[in-house]
C-alpha cells in the first residue's frame, strides 16, 4: 500500500483538578469546548465532538496517524488551561494529572457521541466518579479507587 491510513476513534475524559466546577457558565463551558476541538484539529487529529459538564470534559475525535495519545492528551490540557487562565478569566484553572482514553469501533460511534451530547442530563442521575468507573469496567481496565475519588 503506497500511503498510510488510520482510523482510529478515541473517547477522552479527564477532570478539572479536584473536580472543582470552573465550568458553572455555560459560555465559558462552550468556548472552553469549541478551543479543545480546535487544539485536537491543529494536532493533525479530528475532534468530532467535545462536551461535558462544569468539572469535567469528554473529547471523542479520530486519532492523528503520527501523534501518541499522551502528546494529544498533554497538548490538549496545557493549551485549554492556558486560554482558560488568559483569555477566560478562570485564575487557578487547572485539569488533573490523569485521563482516561477508550476505543470506540465504528458500531459504537454514534452511541459514543450522543452520550456526550447528552451530558448534563447524564450527571444529573450519574456522578463524575462512577460515570468513570463504568467506563473503566466495560473497556475492562484495572484502576485504583483512591485516583477515582482524587
Known sequence: MPQS???IYL???????????????IDTRT????Y??????????????????????????????????AKVIGAIKSNSSAWAKTEAGLRGFEWQAGY????????EFEVERHYIERQEEHHK??????ELRNLL??????????????
Open 5 to 7: 491510513l488510520s482510523a
Open 11 to 25: 473517547h477522552a475524559v479527564f477532570s478539572t483538578k479536584h473536580r472543582t466546577p470552573y465550568l458553572l457558565d
Open 31 to 34: 468556548r472552553m469546548h469549541h
Open 36 to 69: 479543545i476541538g480546535g487544539i485536537v484539529n491543529k494536532l493533525g487529529c479530528q475532534s468530532l465532538i467535545v462536551g461535558g459538564v462544569e468539572d469535567h470534559v469528554h473529547i471523542l475525535f479520530r486519532h492523528s496517524r503520527t501523534e501518541t495519545v
Open 100 to 107: 482516561g482514553v477508550f476505543s470506540v469501533g465504528m458500531r
Open 125 to 130: 442521575k450519574v456522578s463524575f466518579q462512577d
Open 137 to 150: 469496567q466495560e473497556h475492562g481496565m484495572e484502576y485504583d479507587e483512591k485516583y477515582v475519588c482524587d
